[in-house]
C-alpha cells in the first residue's frame, strides 16, 4: 500500500494559527449558550425586504452585466458613490471582498518579514491574523480609556514602520472612539514622522447619537489607507469592503487584488448600489443605531447591577462591544471556562494583543442577545466573577 501523502506547507503556513474567536464560536453553536462572543450584525438589521425588491431591479433591467466579471476596481457608479461621501476622487477607490480581504491586500503590498508595523493596545484581532501572514515585527502604541495615545509616536517608536494600523471609532475590540484632539495629534504627529496611517472603520456610522467625528482620512488625505465595509450597515453575506487610498498605493493595491480574485463579485457590487443610490442605506442606519444602542445600554445596566468590585468597563457610544477589565492576577480565559459551564460565553482579551497581553481582560458582544438574555448572562457572569475572586482570597491571606 503506498503511504498516505505528506504535503510540505511553506514557513507561513505552517505559523498559521486558527482564530480564537472563530474556535469559541463552535461553542456557541450549542442553542442553549448565551454568547457575547460573536462580533456578529444582528439579523434583525439586515434589510431584506428592500434588497430582495433590489434583486429583482438588477435582474429586470440588467442581468447580465451583474453576472458578468468586471473591472478589478469595481463598479463605477458605487466607487463614485463612495467616493463622494469621503471628498475623495473615484480614482481612489477599490472595492474589495469584504474589509478582511483589504487588510490582506495590505499586507501584502506594505510588509516584508521583519517590517515594523504599529498597532493599538489592544487591537482587532482579524488584523493581527492578516498581517501575521507576512511576518511584520508588531510594535504595540500604548493605549489608555481613550484610546491610541497620540504622544508615545517618538521618532524611536515609529522609527522604519511601514504603517500604524488603527481603528478610531468604537474599536473593536474595546468599544473606544478616539476623541477629536487626539485625531488632530495623532495626523500631525504622522505626517511629521512620514508615517502611513491606515485607518478601518466599520463601524464608524453606529454612534448611537448619529454624531460623527472627522475622519483621519479627511485630515491628510495623502497620508491615509482607509477601509470601509457594508458588512455591518447592510449585510455581512454581501462580503463588500472597500479602500481609499493614495493613487500610487491604490495601484499596488488593485495589481494584487488582480492576483487574489480578479474582482470583488458584480452582483453584490450592483446590489449594495441599489441599496445606496435609492436611499435605503442612509433610511436604515439610524434603525440600527437605535436598536444596538438600546442592547448596549442594557448591557451597561447590568453589568452596574452584577458585576463585584474591581471590575471596570468600558461605556461606548456607538459600535457593538464593551471591553471589561478584572483585577490584576485574574485570567479571563480561567474564567471562560467556568462561565462556559453556567452556558455562558464571550472573548477573552489576550489574543486582542500583538504583545503582552493582558489575560484579565475580555470582550462582551451585545447586538444579537434579546435584553432578557443580556440580563441573565450578566447576571450569571457576575457570580462567575464573584466566585473566582472568592476563591483567590485565602490564597491572598496565606501569601
Not at 434583525?44 to 430582495?52: G, I, K, R
Not at 460623527?212 to 489607507?225: A, E, F, R, T
Not at 452582483?267 to 442605506?281: D, K, N, S
Not at 489576550?350 to 441573565?376: D, G, K, W
Request: glycine content about 8%; proline content about 9%; some cysteine.
Amino acid at each position: 500500500m503506498d503511504a498516505p501523502l505528506r504535503p510540505t506547507f511553506s514557513r507561513r503556513a505552517a505559523a498559521l494559527t486558527s482564530s480564537a474567536i472563530r474556535e469559541i464560536l463552535k461553542i456557541t453553536e450549542r442553542p442553549e449558550i448565551i454568547s457575547f462572543a460573536g462580533g456578529l450584525p444582528s439579523p434583525a438589521t439586515f434589510p431584506v425586504e428592500a434588497l430582495q425588491a433590489a434583486c429583482a431591479r438588477i435582474f429586470a433591467d440588467n442581468p447580465h452585466a451583474a453576472l458578468q466579471y468586471g473591472p478589478s476596481e469595481g463598479y463605477g457608479p458605487l466607487r463614485e458613490w463612495i467616493g463622494k461621501r469621503h471628498g475623495v476622487a473615484p480614482s481612489r477607490v477599490l472595492l474589495t471582498t469584504g474589509s478582511q480581504q483589504a487588510l490582506d491586500l495590505i499586507g501584502k503590498i506594505m510588509i516584508d518579514a521583519g517590517s515594523p508595523v504599529l498597532v493599538e493596545t489592544p487591537t482587532y484581532l482579524g488584523a493581527l491574523q492578516a498581517f501575521s501572514l507576512f511576518e511584520p515585527n508588531f510594535v504595540s502604541v500604548p493605549s489608555d480609556e481613550s484610546g491610541l495615545q497620540p504622544e508615545a509616536l517618538t521618532p524611536e517608536l515609529t522609527a522604519g514602520a511601514r504603517f500604524l494600523y488603527a481603528l478610531p471609532n468604537f474599536q473593536n475590540p474595546t468599544g473606544r472612539r478616539l476623541p477629536l484632539a487626539r485625531r488632530q495629534a495623532l495626523v500631525e504627529r504622522a505626517r511629521a514622522q512620514n508615517l502611513l496611517l491606515v485607518e478601518d472603520d466599520p463601524y464608524g456610522e453606529l454612534s448611537y447619537g448619529g454624531d460623527q467625528l472627522p475622519s483621519l482620512l479627511s485630515m491628510n488625505p495623502d497620508g491615509v489607507i482607509y477601509l470601509g465595509s457594508f458588512s455591518k450597515i447592510l449585510a455581512p453575506g454581501l462580503r463588500l469592503g472597500y479602500i481609499i487610498a493614495p493613487e500610487d498605493i491604490l495601484f499596488k493595491l488593485v495589481q494584487a487584488k488582480q492576483a487574489a480574485d480578479l474582482h470583488t463579485p458584480s452582483f453584490t457590487q450592483r446590489l449594495a448600489w441599489e441599496a445606496v443610490h435609492t436611499g435605503l442605506l442612509d433610511q436604515h442606519i439610524p434603525a440600527i443605531r437605535a436598536l444596538y444602542g438600546a442592547q448596549c445600554q442594557t448591557m451597561l445596566d447590568a453589568l452596574a447591577a452584577h458585576m463585584p468590585e474591581g471590575v471596570t468597563w468600558t461605556r461606548p457610544e456607538g459600535g457593538m462591544f464593551i471591553w471589561v477589565t478584572l483585577p490584576e492576577g485574574m485570567d479571563s480565559l480561567t474564567i471562560l471556562e467556568a462561565a462556559i459551564a453556567w452556558n455562558v460565553a464571550y472573548v477573552p482579551g489576550a489574543p486582542f494583543y500583538a504583545n503582552n497581553p493582558c489575560t484579565n481582560t475580555f470582550r462582551l458582544a451585545f447586538v444579537t442577545v434579546p435584553p432578557e438574555q443580556i440580563q441573565r448572562g450578566v447576571a450569571i457572569l457576575g457570580e462567575v466573577v464573584q466566585a473566582a475572586l472568592a476563591a483567590r482570597k485565602p490564597a491572598a491571606a496565606m501569601a
